[in-house]
């Protein structure tokens, strides 16, 4: 298992790096067909240094490091769109875990390839499943009501899964299926670099924290993943079946809304 993850981390480094090759040497276009080589480069060049995944001193507690430096400045939306389909492409030809045994298709991810806000969830449901995309059943459209009380449209934003297959039944990912799938995550922030993350629920916020707190000790404060501000909340499918947490799940979202410079639409005026 720990192949499967270094061949994941492997393709994500290979996308990031050649995406920075390119962008320097002032082209883009050719991450499709490094992405659709036969093996990833089997020796590939040392990733840029960068900040631990775990969860390290809180932003609101320590000051804020840059949004980190990897492509969000250089690479137009156009080819973080191409990137995208690129890895989306991987994504569903992959067997490395167990669960791609029960899916009818692949959910990769939606929304603005370049968006300054990403959502990030479990895994897909059953309506996921037969339509290919994230967050399309009651809970997803719960999270597009939650988006657009923020004054966004849901294609301003970008959302994704830590699974990109659903899980038998619905149950939680295991942790080894988390881990195979992790890279394919891990590309597509690399790709999209947002300036903030929410991380909607405690399997979301565990894989990009890796920490095993409570969801009630983690939200309500920013933590770090690379150097983005990543905001733990409940997940919409939580907040269907407890009215309660929606007050909590809305502070959360104006302090992501202050982070982001955006006005809060329900602010008297
Ligand atoms: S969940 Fe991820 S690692 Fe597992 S088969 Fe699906 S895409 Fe591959």
Not at 63 to 84: C, G, N, W, Y
């Amino acid at each position: 298992m720990d192949e499967e993850r270094d061949s994941l981390a492997s393709i994500a480094r290979a996308v990031r790096d050649r995406i920075e090759w390119e962008t320097a040497l002032g082209s883009f276009g050719g991450v499709a067909a490094q992405l659709a080589a036969p093996a990833v480069d089997p020796q590939p060049r040392a990733a840029p240094e960068r900040s631990a995944p775990a969860p390290g001193p809180k932003a609101e507690e320590a000051p804020a490091s840059e949004p980190r430096p990897v492509v969000a400045a250089r690479l137009a939306a156009p080819d973080r769109a191409a990137a995208l389909r690129a890895l989306d492409e991987q994504v569903g030809a992959c067997k490395r875990c167990r669960l791609h045994e029960g899916r009818t298709r692949t959910v990769f991810g939606v929304g603005n390839p370049a968006g300054r806000l990403c959502f990030v969830g479990e895994g897909p449901g059953r309506d996921e499943d037969l339509r290919g995309e994230p967050f399309v059943g009651a809970a997803g459209q719960l999270l597009t009501k939650m988006i657009q009380a923020m004054g966004l449209a849901r294609e301003d934003v970008y959302i994704c899964n830590v699974v990109k297959c659903r899980p038998p039944e619905n149950r939680t990912p295991l942790p080894d299926e988390m881990a195979t799938c992790a890279g394919f995550l891990e590309g597509q922030l690399e790709i999209v670099a947002p300036e903030v993350i929410v991380a909607m629920g405690s399997t979301a916020a565990r894989q990009l924290l890796q920490t095993t707190a409570a969801m009630g000790r983690l939200r309500g404060s920013f933590h770090e993943y690379r150097g983005v501000p990543v905001m733990p909340t409940y997940h919409p499918a939580y907040l269907l079946r407890n009215a309660e947490a929606k007050k909590p799940v809305w502070d959360d979202l104006k302090k992501v809304m202050a982070r982001l410079g955006l006005p809060d639409p329900r602010a008297p005026r």
